[in-house]
């Protein structure tokens, strides 16, 4: 099993383009979360979503669209790229296992990016 | 105030010394995680907690709920060991869909 695999691993954009960022898990997990991680800041969460066709906005949503067509799946896009979205995103995903949901979360590696 | 506090933010310890991170966190939890990022970026769940103690060869995690606080413990630290350590509480309300807040990472250095 590969886990979770995240495509590209490094990007650079000029602002203003466009692109969209691939996870993909082989776990059958229910749940998938993006991430971006700054210098001197904790993990924040961008997205999640609880299940195949469903999405829901995390701690710091703003300038990011979010999709899971299949269960596997879980693409992070950016519209018009800004100088403040570099940073390194990366990708989760966890089962949900008894009333709480208490599963260990799986990351990727991530992806830099760097806008321009 | 963060919802996540760990302490210290830098460690540096010589090779076989015995190693405490702090985790302080100020919300109702279901769970803690410890995460171990390594300089090449990639993160791992080391330990998921909601009561007690946990033992991983040299790693030992335990959690006090009443007094909201979790300790990461490093025994007999070797180089291998430099990483950032990540706390991380998840919500006690279900419909939060296991979201994790995180804490700011210890870095440690273990120097031989």
């Known amino acids: 099993n590969a886990g979770v695999t995240q495509t590209p691993k490094f990007r650079v954009l000029k602002t203003g383009q466009s692109m969209t960022l691939l996870c993909a898990q082989d776990m059958n997990h229910e749940y998938m979360y993006w991430y971006r991680q700054d210098p001197g800041m904790g993990l924040r969460l961008i997205h999640y979503?609880?299940?195949?066709?469903?999405?829901a906005k995390g701690e710091v949503p703003d300038g990011y669209n979010v999709s899971r067509l299949k269960k596997q799946n879980f693409l992070l896009g950016l519209e018009s790229a800004a100088p403040s979205q570099t940073s390194v995103y990366f990708c989760?995903?966890?089962?949900?296992?008894?009333?709480?949901?208490?599963?260990?979360?799986?990351f990727g590696p991530g992806t830099r990016l760097t806008v321009l | 105030k963060n919802e996540v506090e760990q302490s210290p933010q830098n460690l540096t310890a010589q090779e076989g010394e015995f190693i405490t991170i702090n985790c302080s966190y100020s919300v109702g939890i279901s769970a803690l995680h410890w995460l171990q990022q390594h300089p090449g970026g990639g993160i791992v769940s080391l330990f998921m907690?909601?009561?007690g103690k946990k033992k991983h060869g040299r790693l030992i995690a335990t959690i006090n709920i009443q007094e909201k606080h979790s300790s990461l413990h490093i025994t007999a630290s070797h180089p291998r060991d430099s990483a950032v350590y990540i706390c991380a509480v998840r919500s006690m309300i279900k419909a939060a869909g296991n979201k994790l807040t995180f804490g700011g990472g210890t870095r440690v250095l273990v120097k031989p």
């Open positions: 907690l909601s009561s």
């Open positions: 979503s609880v299940g195949e066709g469903t999405t």
């Open positions: 989760a995903s966890s089962s949900q296992r008894g009333p709480q949901g208490r599963d260990t979360q799986y």
